[in-house]
């Protein structure tokens, strides 16, 4: 089965730009889907196929794929950004399998 | 507007067995797979496996296979998770999660605690 690695944790000064990656095989078939998940709640989609934010997210999110990598960038990162953000994708190893990596934990300076 | 309500918190013994639940309402929960994700206390999120609850065709991870079973009423809108026999290492947050389109999980359960002591 892929693998999906991210780095597991990332510091912003607020109000500055920060990039989030996540590397694996199954990213150069498929896009990455990003969630963020604050402490104690569950986790919420924001961004999804090329680079699109469900309805609600804030345009400071955006993403984007590049060879066997994903990125999830939060321009001018706020208070409110700080949480767990973890990358998901279709599994090479079956049309119906998913992966997740193994989170990035952010931390707003 | 999408919920998905899940069922509350459990706490069991090892061995004794378990089915929790997963409601879907606001949408049309025949024609969306959803997924079950474990996440274990203080570690990332784990695909489980995704049903679809049309024909309840079930694609299970290699890691959970043959360890949970996952099933729908589609009359209740409402997917299940169960364990035959539980184990200490089965503590966690389970959530399900509907599937969008193009295989991203869009909507999400609030979660249900589980705990197991041995």
Not at chain 1, 86 to 108: E, H, K, P
């Amino acid at each position: 089965s892929s693998e999906l690695t991210q780095d597991p944790a990332v510091s912003v000064a607020l109000g500055q730009t920060v990039r989030i990656t996540c590397q694996g095989d199954s990213l150069r078939s498929y896009y990455a889907s990003w969630y963020q998940q604050k402490a104690g709640q569950a986790p919420v989609l924001v961004i999804y196929g090329n680079n699109k934010r469900p309805s609600g997210i804030p345009d400071r999110f955006s993403g984007s794929n590049s060879g066997n990598t994903g990125s999830l960038t939060i321009t001018g990162a706020q208070a409110e950004d700080e949480a767990d953000y973890y990358c998901n994708s279709r599994d090479t190893s079956g049309i119906n399998a998913w992966v997740f990596g193994g989170g990035t934990r952010l931390t707003v300076l | 507007e999408v919920q998905l309500v899940q069922s509350g918190t459990e706490v069991k013994k090892s061995g004794e067995s378990l089915k929790i639940s997963c409601k879907g309402s606001g949408y049309n929960f025949a024609t969306y797979s959803l997924g079950w994700v474990r996440q274990m206390p203080g570690k990332g999120l784990e695909w489980m496996g995704t049903i679809y609850p049309d024909d309840s065709d079930t694609t299970y991870s290699p890691s959970f296979q043959g360890q949970v079973t996952m099933s729908v009423d589609k009359s209740m809108t409402t997917a299940y998770l169960q364990w035959s026999s539980l184990k200490a290492s089965d503590t966690a947050i389970y959530y399900c999660a509907r599937k969008g389109p193009s295989g991203y999980f869009d909507f999400w359960g609030q979660g249900t605690l589980v705990t197991v002591s041995s």
